[in-house]
């Protein structure tokens, strides 16, 4: 061999390792956790895929056909999670989706223990080993949601029109829609100018942290998330017409993509205003990742629910009460608590004062 061709041959093979470090360092948004997560989503998948009884045996399920077959699709999940994570660079949504998968595998190893042909204490440490998991799938999406935002997610980057062209196809979605409604004994006047005050709602919806308005008809949000985790999103008034209705949609850095809308009744028998709302999100993970905020006792329906028994209370009162429950932890009497409260109607006070008709 010639030094010439020789020269060229390791020129070659230098090419051929550079592209292979590029590929590396693209796959999973360049990011070593969501690397080893994709990877690690594909050795799980191949083993539960191609040697179901094997992995049935080893996790301390039950060996029968019904394992299998739930083993089975379970691996064909994983295949699809780690091919994902490896091929996007920008995979937060798709590690979203695997807490999702990591909660159904808890179900499943808890309805397994049911079973008495399963072993105990491998499910234990099954279960000890996916809420492990668990946690490196929450620390890589709040890693990649939280370098999205910083990297063109943030407000003020995209210009109204693409704003409203993104909100125009975030509406098309279909998401989970939640309906509620209750009635104030106050005019609907009243009740529509103190909502339409949105840095008002962290008062009293529970879930919100901050509303901060951006502009005469957008607003940036941001609120709590399970396991502690947050998520922010912009959001655009799309109808305000005053005393009757109130609607809105997230822009396009939404954490978790939503639109709703708030009708302001006249009650029957001039008994106050009722107050109507419907609201539809599209959480990442889909329907299975709503399976997960119930787990947490974090379900919207129930959130909006309880949002609005408080603004109720704000509205008629001027303050949130709290049971005792809320107030001490763990076991306690049921009786009146003589832990002082820091009374929310002092906060809401002057915003109602200005909200009277």
Do not use: C
Not at 90 to 102: E, F, I, M
Not at 179 to 200: C, G, H, I
Request: proline share 5%; aromatic share 4%.
């Amino acid at each position: 061999m010639s030094i010439s061709q020789a020269g060229s041959r390791k020129g070659e093979l230098q090419k051929l390792r550079e592209n292979g470090r590029r590929r590396i360092s693209s796959a999973a948004g360049g990011d070593p956790l969501a690397l080893g997560l994709g990877l690690f989503s594909l050795g799980l998948g191949l083993a539960e895929v191609t040697a179901p009884r094997a992995m049935a045996k080893l996790t301390g399920m039950p060996d029968n056909d019904d394992s299998q077959a739930v083993l089975r699709a379970a691996g064909v999940r994983e295949l699809a999670s780690g091919v994902g994570i490896l091929t996007n660079e920008r995979p937060a949504g798709l590690l979203w989706s695997r807490v999702a998968g990591d909660v159904m595998d808890l179900l499943l190893l808890a309805g397994a223990a049911r079973s008495e042909r399963s072993n105990p204490e491998r499910l234990t440490v099954s279960a000890a080993a996916v809420m492990g998991v668990t946690v490196l799938d929450l620390l890589g999406w709040r890693q990649h949601r939280t370098s999205r935002l910083g990297n063109g997610g943030s407000r003020g980057m995209l210009s109204s029109g693409q704003r409203r062209l993104a909100s125009a196809s975030q509406s098309a979605q279909h998401g989970i829609r939640v309906v509620a409604s209750t009635t104030v004994n106050k005019p609907r006047e009243q009740v529509y100018r103190f909502w339409r005050q949105l840095e008002n709602l962290p008062r009293f919806m529970s879930h919100l942290e901050k509303v901060e308005i951006t502009g005469t008809r957008t607003s940036h949000w941001k609120a709590k998330a399970p396991a502690g985790l947050t998520v922010e999103w912009d959001a655009e008034l799309t109808e305000d017409r005053a005393g009757e209705l109130l609607a809105w949609r997230s822009l396009e850095s939404a954490d978790v993509p939503n639109q709703g809308r708030i009708r302001f009744v006249p009650a029957a028998g001039g008994r106050g205003t009722e107050i109507h709302v419907e609201l539809q999100y599209d959480p990442p993970g889909g329907i299975v990742a709503a399976t997960v905020a119930k787990l947490f006792g974090e379900e919207p329906g129930e959130q909006v629910r309880g949002d609005l028994r408080r603004f109720k209370q704000v509205m008629e009162t001027g303050e949130v009460l709290h049971s005792d429950a809320s107030v001490h932890g763990g076991a306690h009497p049921a009786q009146p608590s003589e832990k002082p409260l820091r009374r929310e109607g002092m906060l809401l006070g002057s915003q109602l004062k200005g909200a009277q008709p």
